[in-house]
């Protein structure tokens, strides 16, 4: 089936606890996304990726890292988590750039306490 | 403030009813997308709408984008409870190698 997998779907954890968020899609999609969605504010991008080894900022990218070493996988990691990064998180895909039907996975929600 | 504004913000409706939500920008839009996402969950893409005047349909769901690619309404016809949800319209933005920027959504439930 295809699909973006993202791990974990719950996850609490403490201020400054680094953390990895996964993400693997097996579509073989060259573009790769992360967004967070907070309540009012909608889905806003906090990274993107166009190809291996190639990524960029989004419109949220403080607090965040990323890397995209195989095409399949793009990890969302957060190095010194703060409580104001307590978000829905989504990993999206597409096959290729201009192409905005993404493949959303099901979804990471973080609490940090 | 939002660059996509959708209204309503929620939307509660008797099974059997129709209703539309509504999705506006500023800005001429490279393609409208709309996705609905049950809560809590991924977001599942409904429909894709990239020419001025373009209406789509699938099942009960109805689609149009306006001339000037500003404007998106979707329309549900005789709504069912399957229907409940969080629906979101998805803007593309040039120059941002695939960003599609996102309303803040419309709540729906539908009471039988």
């Known amino acids: 089936e295809a699909q973006v997998t993202q791990n974990p779907r719950y996850l609490i954890t403490v201020t400054g606890k680094k953390l990895t968020v996964t993400c693997s899609q097996n579509m073989n999609h060259e573009y790769m996304s992360w967004y967070r969605q907070d309540p009012g504010l909608g889905l806003r991008q906090i990274y993107y990726?166009?190809?291996?080894?190639?990524?960029d900022k989004g419109d949220v990218p403080e607090g965040y890292k990323v890397s995209r070493k195989e095409k399949r996988n793009f990890p969302l990691i957060l190095e010194s988590p703060s409580p104001n990064q307590t978000s829905l998180y989504f990993c999206?895909?597409?096959?290729?750039?201009?192409?905005?039907?993404?493949?959303f996975g099901s979804g990471t929600r973080l609490t940090v306490v | 403030s939002q660059e996509l504004e959708q209204s309503p913000q929620s939307l509660i409706v008797q099974e059997g009813k129709n209703l539309t939500i509504n999705c506006t920008s500023s800005?001429?839009?490279?393609?409208l997308y709309w996705y609905k996402q049950k809560y809590g969950e991924g977001l599942i893409f409904l429909m894709m709408?990239?020419?001025?005047?373009e209406e789509k349909s699938h099942e009960k769901i109805t689609a149009k984008l306006d001339e000037k690619k500003q404007q998106s309404s979707l329309h549900i016809t005789a709504s069912q409870p399957s229907h409940a949800g969080i629906y979101l319209c998805?803007?593309?933005?040039?120059?941002?190698?695939?960003?599609?920027?996102f309303g803040a959504g419309t709540r729906l439930a539908v009471h039988p």
């Open positions: 800005k001429t839009l490279y393609g």
């Open positions: 990726s166009m190809n291996v080894e190639v990524t």
């Open positions: 999206a895909s597409s096959l290729r750039r201009g192409d905005y039907g993404y493949t």
């Open positions: 709408l990239q020419k001025g005047g």
């Open positions: 998805g803007g593309g933005r040039s120059g941002g190698y695939n960003k599609l920027i």
